[in-house]
């Protein structure tokens, strides 16, 4: 079995959308490991509504490529189009940030994500999720790459939110 991390953002429904990709990865998946929801201000998007953003752990034997088209599916079931531009909302974005120790271009994914250092809204709650566990392609701790982190203008919060009656998050 592989460690698989994802990366979950909703800016459409949130609450909703995010409660149902967390039941379809429990379904699909072994135990889950979540991290605090945060929200977030949009980056880059003309549209302004705040994002939920978390990330999952789980173990796995799927492919890269079928991991990906996993998430491709429920992000379709929840909306999505193909042809959606890159900076709009979003009912249910999933992305794939790591499996394993895999670097490079697998089945046509990136891995590790680079969003994992350059975005505040997947560093931090990999960090809280996984402090102790390394980046593939440099070696660092998440929660040393956190404390380095230069946020900029990337602000984020966690919020209060519940999954199958159980508190995940509270606000701070």
Known sequence: MTQVVVSIGSNIEREHHVRRCLDALAADFAALRISRVFES?????????NFYNL???????????ELQAWCKRL???HGRRADSPKFSPRRLDIDLL????????????????DEITTSAFVLQPLAELLPDDRHP????????????????????????????????????
């Open 75 to 77: 992000e379709y079931a």
């Open 55 to 65: 990330v999952a752990a789980f173990d796995s034997h799927a492919s890269v490529g």
């Open 98 to 113: 790591t499996v394993g120790e895999l670097t490079g271009c697998i089945d046509g994914v990136d891995l590790p994500r």
């Open 137 to 172: 392609r440099d070696k660092k701790r998440y929660a040393d790459l956190w404390a380095a982190f230069v946020p900029g203008t990337q602000r984020l919060w966690p919020v209060d939110f519940a999954w199958r009656g159980t508190v995940i998050s509270q606000a701070d």
């Open 41 to 49: 201000e949009p980056v880059g998007f003309k549209d302004g509504r």
